[in-house]
């Protein structure tokens, strides 16, 4: 008589069920070598556009537009701010929880690199555009004094900041935009720019490491 052989149990495997409260932020993709971001900068370097004697006699502008007019440059360029971020801010604690962006160009690039980072993003608006209370900071400018302002609710106290804008010049907007993080209570790690007027030495103005991402011509 043949033994009984009685099937082996089946086993299910787990599934793991997503928490709704789960945090949906997109984590920020890893470094991979300083090789990429080399390649990355010369790219972007070289679509830049150059116009002489632009806004003012003796003045080179350099014009960025070129790189959200292409996708493969607008993917490079965030890509290249990614890793430049994460270069200069290694440690998992020493990572932004928010991007600052100044208004007007800092609004071009700063919600798109804010999710890369899984950082949220929190605009820098001029005076009167911002609905609700608010907080306001000054910074003077060639023919008088402007202002900045940012919601009042827009960043929590102890909140990780990094200030981004296209470029730095004399440095009062950006530092006017410090101003306001720390108003907030926000804990102010730096401020990046994709390019740099050195000679105007606007980073005396800044009370954090200020960075660039490319150089002016």
Not at 89 to 115: K, Q, T
Not at 146 to 157: E, G, W
Not at 161 to 174: N, R
């Amino acid at each position: 008589m043949n033994p009984l052989v009685l099937p082996a149990p089946h086993h299910h495997a787990a599934t793991h069920k997503p928490d709704a409260a789960q945090d949906l932020r997109l984590p920020p993709t890893p470094p991979t070598s300083t090789s990429e971001l080399a390649g990355l900068k010369i790219r972007l370097q070289r679509s830049l556009r150059q116009f002489p004697d632009f806004p003012s006699p003796g003045i080179l502008f350099e014009d960025i537009l070129p790189l959200f007019a292409d996708a493969a440059l607008h993917r490079d360029l965030l890509r290249a701010l990614e890793l430049h971020i994460l270069e200069h801010h290694p440690s998992a604690d020493d990572r932004p929880d928010v991007i600052v962006g100044l208004e007007a160009r800092g609004f071009l690039f700063g919600p798109s690199l804010a999710l890369r980072l899984g950082a949220g993003f929190v605009p820098v608006r001029k005076q009167g555009k911002l609905p609700g209370p608010t907080q306001t900071a000054g910074y003077e400018k060639e023919y008088g004094t402007d202002f900045f302002q940012i919601q009042a609710d827009a960043i929590r106290p102890g909140q990780k900041v990094l200030v981004v804008d296209d470029i730095i010049a004399t440095g009062g907007s950006a530092a006017a935009a410090g101003s306001l993080v720390r108003k907030l209570g926000g804990s102010l790690i730096g401020y990046v720019f994709i390019l740099e007027l050195d000679f105007l030495q606007g980073r005396q103005k800044l009370d954090a490491g200020a960075s660039t991402l490319l150089s002016s011509q």
